[in-house]
């Protein structure tokens, strides 16, 4: 069956622009979860969704991050007023619950680059 | 803080040979481990898991062994293939929806 999807897969934006990135989950996962990866690091947890809910933004970096997700599917992570270190991979994942001890599968990411 | 780390970022490994990737967590609550694998310019993969009432769970030509007694957990690879050749990440999960990961070994296989 179809996996996680991210689109764009590469975005290019200048620093102080907007940036859209969406997240289209495996069907009837109800838990969405945003990460980001920098160059050679490990995956920095950003946000979970359980449904359309959002009940752990604490690892958004700043509050020109945010997300929502709609009609318990896509999800969109957006970002106000780019800056260079937001440079990195978005990665997103669905699980088919948010409890702990389920997998999560990734998406390919959409690799951002901030100039 | 707590975290969950791996001891080497990399690995070289000849192929046919076993490997083993280690790695370490401090999270004594964490109850449910998983490996990815993470080619270049791909999402992780799921590997294979492990819940914290197991110390052995075996899948196809992966093992994963779980000491909880110094909170080690390794991988490994029997018989090591070119396409084995990704990054390799452990990450555990305290029974919330929060998976936390270490930074990685990159494992390559020598032909």
């Known amino acids: 069956g179809a996996g996680v999807s991210q689109s764009p897969s590469n975005k290019v934006t200048e620093k102080g622009k907007d940036v859209e990135l969406r997240c289209d989950p495996i069907?009837?996962?109800?838990?969405l979860y945003w990460y980001r990866q920098s160059l050679g690091q490990g995956l920095e947890f950003l946000i979970y969704?359980?449904?359309?809910?959002?009940?752990?933004k604490s690892g958004l970096p700043s509050d020109r991050f945010s997300a929502e997700r709609t009609g318990g599917s896509v999800s969109t992570l957006t970002i106000q007023r780019t800056q260079q270190e937001d440079s990195a991979v978005y990665l997103c994942?669905?699980?088919?619950?948010?409890?702990?001890?389920?997998?999560?599968?990734f998406g390919p990411g959409t690799r951002l680059t901030v100039t | 803080g707590e975290s969950v780390g791996l001891h080497l970022p990399t690995l070289s490994v000849q192929e046919g040979d076993n490997s083993i990737i280690n790695c370490a967590y401090s999270?004594?609550?964490?109850?449910?481990f998983i490996w990815y694998k993470q080619e270049s310019g791909k999402g992780p993969q799921f590997i294979i898991d492990?819940?914290?009432?197991?110390d052995k769970r075996q899948g196809q030509r992966v093992t994963v062994l779980l000491n909880k007694t110094v909170k080690h957990l390794s991988l490994q690879i029997a018989a090591t293939q070119p396409g084995d050749s990704a990054v390799y990440f452990c990450?555990?999960?305290?029974?919330?929806?929060?998976?936390?990961f270490g930074a990685g070994t990159t494992v390559t296989v020598r032909a």
């Open positions: 999270n004594s609550a964490s109850d449910y």
């Open positions: 069907s009837g996962h109800t838990a």
């Open positions: 492990i819940r914290s009432n197991m």
């Open positions: 994942a669905s699980s088919f619950q948010g409890a702990g001890g389920y997998e999560q599968y």
């Open positions: 969704f359980q449904g359309n809910s959002a009940p752990d």
């Open positions: 990450a555990e999960n305290d029974n919330d929806y929060k998976l936390s």
